[in-house]
């Protein structure tokens, strides 16, 4: 019983040691390590590792990205970014947090984006339900952006709403 717990608990990881060229875009999270090279378009979900001998040339979005290779091209983190000492990158980030370990290389301009909320998320974190936060976004009571079909909340505007409005 052990060993099935063990499996399914067990991280989803692939490791690219070869030359590639094109675009790589997963929609189940992945633990992706790049050991070689690779140019074109990386899109994960989960956490991507460029190592020390990585060398990616491509446009970047994933959620944790960690380098410590050579990277050149934009990159936006949705979560975390990190520069390991051996990183090397030129390029723009987008990222809600960044962590440059002494030694690491960064040539570009950084943006620090708030974290963004759909709607079931900031029900949970206001505890809320659905329909209240669709209601309060609809009537423009809440700072909220439309993005197609659904709404995006940045967690900063409503942290500041929701302290505006406890004051009243």
């Not at 030359?19 to 140019?39: A, Q, W, Y």
Request: proline letters at 2%; glycine letters at 8%; a neutral charge.
């Amino acid at each position: 019983m052990a060993f099935r717990d063990k499996k399914e608990t067990e991280e989803k990881l692939i490791e690219i040691t070869a030359n590639m060229h094109g675009t790589l875009s997963f929609k189940d999270p992945v633990n992706l390590r790049i050991s070689g090279k690779f140019e074109g378009t990386l899109e994960t979900r989960g956490t991507l590792t460029i190592s020390e001998t990585g060398s990616v040339e491509a446009h970047i979005s994933g959620e944790n990205i960690v380098i410590a290779g050579r990277v050149k091209g934009d990159l936006v983190a949705k979560r975390m970014l990190v520069l390991m000492p051996t990183a090397v990158l030129s390029g723009n980030i987008t990222t809600p947090k960044l962590n440059i370990v002494e030694g690491a290389v960064f040539q570009g301009k950084c943006q620090m984006l708030d974290e963004l909320l759909d709607v079931d998320s900031l029900a949970k974190y206001l505890e809320l339900d659905i329909t209240a936060i669709t209601e309060l976004a609809n009537s423009g009571k809440i700072p909220a952006s439309r993005n197609g079909n659904s709404w995006r909340f940045e967690r900063s505007k409503i942290d500041a709403w929701a302290a505006s409005e406890r004051v009243k």
